[in-house]
């Protein structure tokens, strides 16, 4: 299965949200620090999730915690390198995708 943006996107929700041990919406500009939905302790194994998706390693010294403050953040800054997935065709009311 190749990783694609909106699959990594959801495997640092699901990653999050199990963190937290409780279910909430994490909307793309949701600050994740502040909200404390990152914290100083899940910081480094959230970063090495980045990696890990993305396959690119973060290098500390050019990192910037701005760059994860926010899913559309992190969106632009690293899960950018991976293929985003095609939208499906639009369906004609037949149930049949228009090609």
């Not at 409780?22 to 990696?51: K, Y």
């Not at 993305?54 to 915690?65: F, L, R």
């Amino acid at each position: 299965m190749k990783m694609t943006q909106q699959k990594a996107e959801q495997s640092l929700v699901s990653f999050l949200l199990e963190k937290l041990g409780r279910t909430m919406a994490i909307e793309p500009d949701l600050d994740l620090i502040d909200s404390r939905v990152i914290t100083s302790m899940g910081f480094m194994n959230f970063i090495l999730l980045v990696e890990e998706l993305t396959g690119i390693p973060i290098a500390m010294e050019e990192m910037n915690v701005d760059d994860f403050r926010t899913l559309r953040a992190i969106r632009a800054r690293f899960l950018s390198v991976l293929p985003s997935e095609p939208e499906a065709p639009p369906v004609h009311e037949s149930g049949v995708a228009n090609v």
